[in-house]
């Protein structure tokens, strides 16, 4: 796992385009056939999702204001809904999970994990 301040990948956000890393081919360069599974990243406030060089990059939520991905017009909206990241990693792959702060519970389901096959 490479963890990273300013991500390796374009932003859909108009105002991280001009805080977005620089050289960011040197660095594919850097990871390509290595055991790097994801790289992490942050800063713009935009979950996002990407490859560089086959790597999976996951650039996290913020736990203050995310940004709006959908903004058409060019305009940054801010929305008040704070997110950390879960980073699952297995013996041949990673997950990561945007999780809610904060978020209102609808329902819950009780617990599965003994019911399914393969999972302790």
Do not use: Y
Request: hydrophobic share 45%; no cysteine.
């Amino acid at each position: 796992m490479l963890t990273l301040h300013h991500p390796p990948l374009p932003s859909s956000a108009p105002l991280a385009t001009a805080i977005e890393l620089q050289h960011r081919e040197q660095l594919a360069e850097v990871i390509d056939g290595t055991d790097v599974r994801v790289v992490l990243a942050g800063h713009t406030h935009v979950v996002s999702a990407g490859i560089l060089a086959g790597v999976p990059v996951w650039t996290g939520g913020a736990i203050a204001t995310t940004l709006d991905g959908l903004g058409s017009d060019g305009a940054l909206r801010g929305l008040r809904a704070p997110a950390v990241s879960r980073v699952d990693l297995f013996a041949d792959t990673a997950v990561v999970t945007s999780v809610p702060i904060g978020a209102e519970t609808l329902t819950t389901v009780p617990e599965l994990r003994a019911q399914l096959p393969g999972r302790p």
